[in-house]
């Protein structure tokens, strides 16, 4: 709900950050459940599917001149989850979405108190997950936030990552 009304006002600019590097998705993901089980082929198909049913929202990005991007924090060696998500991203990306990769190469935890999931909607309203606190994130909620105070903080968090962020291609291409 948060979500359909902070879209609805979207005017300009729309920024994830995701940082988990493992997620545990709703456990009727029959994709990821085929991923896991070696069935590349199927997970492949199911994931296009998925991907399909976002199209509305990439042709909305399209017609409306929205700066869309998603930002992913990557540490090395890559999960499990990690590997399952870029097969993700390379489909969605084929169908327009602008998905930027930072590698966190450090001996950082992700999330920490700086880099954790959220949404930007503009410069008016950030969406903020919470996963718990559990090595998998799982997602037990979230909160809407319009203070500015720290809307600016998360986006200069975005700006600060995005000036290292290749294109997925590209981190893709060096892997």
Known sequence: MAFTSAWSQLKSRFLKLECWQRYWEAEDNRSQAAYDRGD?????DLL?????????LYQDVRTRGI???RVRLL???LTPYLKYE????????DLGENIEVVRCNDAAHLPDERHFDFLLFDQTTALIHDYGTA?????TGG????DSEVITRLEQTVA???QQAVPLHQYLART
């Open 86 to 93: 870029l097969l993700s991203y390379r489909i969605r990306v």
């Open 48 to 56: 296009r599917a998925e991907a399909e049913a976002d199209r509305p």
């Open 160 to 162: 600060d990552l995005r």
């Open 143 to 146: 909160w809407l936030t319009r």
């Open 67 to 69: 700066e869309y991007a």
């Open 40 to 44: 590349l082929d199927t997970a492949g």
């Open 75 to 77: 540490q090395e060696p």
């Open 135 to 139: 090595e998998v994130g799982q997602q």
